[in-house]
């Protein structure tokens, strides 16, 4: 499929982890790196965790380095979003999406899909 799509969102108590799944073809990943977006509740999407083509770079927003650990199965086509130790402010849509110029410019090439509603609450 040309867009991507996500999928293991779901409801989770603070600390607690989840890990997302986006579907890419193996052309597309071969071409782009891949990033992770959240837009939380009234706020605009921010890019959060981005792989490079490759597999062997990785960049992360401030608020979940540390937290979360984005990864590639090239095998099965797919690129993962580990998250660990939730918190409340990680609650929103997460979107995949293919980058412009690599993990430096956190520049989506606006191939959006539905995303996947994760929600963290007590």
């Known amino acids: 499929q040309l867009q991507p799509v996500e999928s293991g969102g779901g409801r989770v108590q603070p600390g607690g982890s989840l890990r997302l799944s986006c579907a890419l073809t193996?052309?597309?990943?071969?071409?782009?790196?891949v990033g992770w977006f959240l837009q939380a509740p009234g706020k605009d999407r921010e890019g959060i965790a981005c792989v490079s083509i490759s597999g062997a770079i990785t960049n992360y927003a401030a608020s979940v380095k540390d937290r979360f650990i984005v990864s590639k199965d090239k095998d099965n086509n797919v690129v993962y979003l580990q998250m660990n130790n939730l918190k409340i402010e990680d609650t929103g849509v997460y979107y995949c999406t293919t980058m412009f110029e690599g993990c430096s410019a956190w520049r989506s090439r606006n191939d959006w899909g539905q995303g996947t509603q994760v929600t963290v609450s007590a």
């Open positions: 193996r052309s597309i990943q071969d071409r782009y790196a």
